[in-house]
T-cell receptor, first 114, second 111 residues
Framework: SQKIEQNSEALNIQEGKTATLTCNYT??????LQWYRQDPGRGPVFLLLIRENEKEKRKERLKVTFDTTLKQSLFHITASQPADSATYLCAPDGGSGNTGKLIFGQGTTLQVKP | DGGITQSPKYLFRKEGQNVTLSCEQN?????MYWYRQDPGQGLRLIYY???????QKGDIAEGYSVSREKKESFPLTVTSAQKNPTAFYLC??????????FGDGTRLSIL
């Protein structure tokens, strides 16, 4: 069955540093991969989508990479701020055999300390 | 403004009762989803629907039921067969090949 793994331990970094979060998937060949942010007690909010033919995508201080050979996506937040503290979820999607089902990794909680 | 509305925000259920969680969207999306989230855990897929009058089981469908009679609405019933229903329930919708839009969730507790 499809499996998505994100770092289950919280990531604690100092303000101004770069945070790097990992998403690994198995038994899956997604056409694209999505990243979401979730704040406590709220629904996730979409951040970025990267397609299989894109190696890297940027949006302001965010950067996502997608390596279909390694079956891995990396999510970077540069010049991190305390307001970036949240849980970040990845969701591989699309691809052959896709039934419309969308499942998420368990998320990585980021804490940015001032 | 377009979006997804989940109601109520907080819901309490007595033992042996069925309860229905509402999810409405005005984004004209074909696909809708229900997820369950337990404290400190990720999202687990309960049911999803890609078109009106059709839906599929997700990974944890036992003890739940859904209907999709209208494009805008995808209510979730938590039945008495669900032995551990206390959780945060999230509804989402999306257009073809597009990211999901989520509601703000319903927190269900057992009295």
């Amino acid at each position: 069955s499809q499996k998505i793994e994100q770092n289950s331990e919280a990531l604690n970094i100092q303000e101004g540093k770069t945070a790097t979060l990992t998403c690994n998937y198995t038994n899956y060949s997604p056409a694209y991969l999505q990243w979401y942010r979730q704040d406590p007690g709220r629904g996730p909010v979409f951040l970025l989508l990267i397609r299989e033919n894109e190696k890297e995508k940027r949006k302001e201080r965010l950067k996502v990479t997608f390596d279909t050979t390694l079956k891995q996506s990396l999510f970077h937040i540069t010049a991190s701020q305390p307001a970036d503290s949240a849980t970040y979820l990845c969701a591989p999607d699309g691809g052959s055999g896709n039934t419309g089902k969308l499942i998420f990794g368990q998320g990585t909680t980021l804490q940015v300390k001032p | 403004d377009g979006g997804i509305t989940q109601s109520p925000k907080y819901l309490f259920r007595k033992e042996g009762q069925n309860v229905t969680l509402s999810c409405e969207q005005n984004l004209n999306h074909d696909a809708m989803y229900w997820y369950r989230q337990d404290p400190g855990q990720g999202l687990r897929l309960i049911y999803y629907s890609q078109i009106v009058n059709d839906f599929q089981k997700g990974d944890i469908a036992e003890g739940y039921s859904v209907s999709r009679e209208k494009k805008e609405s995808f209510p979730l019933t938590v039945t008495s067969a669900q032995k551990n229903p206390t959780a945060f329930y999230l509804c989402a919708s999306r257009g073809l090949g597009q990211p999901q839009h989520f509601g703000d969730g319903t927190r269900l507790s057992i009295l």
